[in-house]
């Protein structure tokens, strides 16, 4: 049996691993990302687009959402808060 540092899911956790870090969203321009190569995003929706528990994103939040869209960037929001975290 393998331990949790050998395997698939040790792979796994290496590859989710961010390579930068952001103190804001907004501070991922569209023109950083294409620089950088990148399609698309995967952003979780609590703590990242808004703070833990709030109902909405703030309105400077949703612009850099349509900035980023009409970019052609892809963007692909997860929550583990459940359905009321993202309504």
């Not at 395997?7 to 989710?16: A, E, K, N």
């Not at 400077?60 to 929001?77: D, F, H, K, P």
């Amino acid at each position: 049996k393998p331990s949790a540092d050998e395997g698939p899911s040790r792979d796994l956790l290496r590859w989710l691993r961010p390579t930068y870090y952001f103190s804001r969203i907004s501070d991922l321009s569209p023109e950083w990302l294409q620089s950088q190569g990148l399609e698309g995003l995967l952003l979780d929706l609590d703590s990242t687009l808004k703070p833990y528990r709030q109902a909405t994103v703030a309105p400077e939040t949703a612009a850099w959402i349509r900035r980023v869209q009409a970019a052609g960037i892809r963007l692909c929001i997860v929550s583990n808060g459940g359905e009321d975290a993202w309504r």
